[in-house]
């Protein structure tokens, strides 16, 4: 990890949140660091912390059986339970068969905060990413601590518990609009039909109350994607950064030295820069949707209604001034843009009178943006 973390200092990129996955754990559910793997995890993290990181770590509502924890978790009825006979409920999930912590439970919820509690305190880590928790893992004939319990009633319970840290991060969320919680888009493949998902997804999210938004990780969330460089699509990583840059969030995930030319390489650098060049303007518009509600990104149709707007998803708006259009077709070097009413400035000091339709060269290296002037 901090090989890694110092690659990415030494390759020019901005720290910012270092996020530690799956398998940094003992087991699921066992929330220490695993001591074969991690011999001095404090002094990590503290070095972490010093060369300008912060530093996440990854759970999941999800306990292996018979692990030390599962047993107490069961002597105590903690986990959502099968009707049938009143013992825990083994849910298939990605990784296996878990035991699922109920949390309609007000004595799980303290029993799993105080693991957090523990982490933060003894590690000094700044906050999590809660994965999992999504509905389907909690459809069954189940009985839970809360009589009248839906699915939906989990996933609501699992996300309460991020807004107790101030850097957290989830998946799946139900009833939290307009609360401090990080919503990431569900994962997305390595390819150009679910990169051209990323705009109207993050749209939709902030038009349903959830405005702290972060598309997948760039070039997508799936992992095995990555793991034979010669089917990695560069151009596709190029131009995920380029659709990542001026939202609120940003995330890598393989390091992109690793599987770009270092030409590609430098634009995605320059896309970081660029989030970083941004991020006052950025967190300037989250405080204000924290006290108003409104979306961090826009669709045009919101700020310019009943212009014919409604079915433009490939271009967006930051705040109300910033608009972006970058380029999500494979091989494209030129693109139309609707410019809306005012005038705009383009990445290339160019200005536009809107409203109009223009073709813009766009090669590789370019993420048209422009900023309203007037």
Request: charged share 25%.
């Amino acid at each position: 990890i901090l090989k890694y973390a110092s690659a990415i200092k030494d390759n020019g990129m901005p720290p910012g949140v270092f996020m530690i996955d799956d398998t940094w754990q003992d087991d699921y559910g066992v929330w220490e660091f695993n001591p074969a793997k991690f011999q001095r995890p404090k002094q990590m993290i503290d070095q972490l912390h010093k060369m300008g990181f912060k530093v996440m770590l990854w759970l999941c509502p999800f306990v292996s059986p018979d692990s030390p924890d599962f047993r107490e978790l069961r002597m105590q009825n903690m986990f959502i339970r099968n009707r049938a006979d009143l013992k825990p409920a083994m849910v298939e999930w990605w990784n296996g068969f878990s035991a699922v912590i109920d949390f309609t439970n007000p004595d799980a919820q303290i029993w799993f905060q105080a693991k957090l509690e523990g982490l933060k305190n003894e590690y000094g880590v700044d906050g999590f990413k809660l994965d999992g928790g999504d509905t389907y893992f909690y459809v069954g004939d189940y009985v839970s601590f809360k009589k009248e319990t839906i699915p939906n009633d989990h996933t609501e319970e699992w996300a309460r518990l991020g807004l107790e840290y101030p850097l957290n991060e989830y998946r799946a969320c139900w009833k939290l609009g307009g609360q401090a919680l990080a919503q990431r888009l569900h994962d997305k493949r390595h390819d150009w039909d679910d990169l051209g998902q990323l705009i109207p997804n993050i749209i939709a999210q902030g038009l349903i109350g959830y405005a702290f938004v972060c598309p997948d990780m760039i070039g997508g969330g799936e992992f095995r994607s990555f793991l034979d460089l010669e089917k990695i699509d560069q151009e596709l990583v190029v131009r995920s950064a380029q659709c990542h840059a001026l939202m609120p969030m940003m995330q890598f995930s393989v390091a992109p030295w690793r599987i770009l030319s270092p030409e590609n390489f430098q634009i995605c650098k320059d896309m970081a820069d660029l989030h970083v060049l941004f991020g006052e303007k950025i967190l300037h518009l989250a405080k204000q949707s924290a006290k108003t509600g409104e979306p961090i990104i826009r669709n045009l149709e919101y700020m310019f209604s009943h212009q014919g707007y409604a079915n433009i998803d490939d271009q967006f708006l930051l705040g109300e001034k910033i608009m972006v259009a970058p380029v999500l077709k494979k091989g494209a070097r030129s693109r139309m843009v609707v410019i809306p009413e005012g005038k705009w400035k383009s990445d290339r000091g160019e200005v536009l009178n809107g409203p109009q339709t223009v073709t813009m060269d766009v090669p590789l290296e370019r993420l048209p943006w422009f900023e309203r002037v007037e």
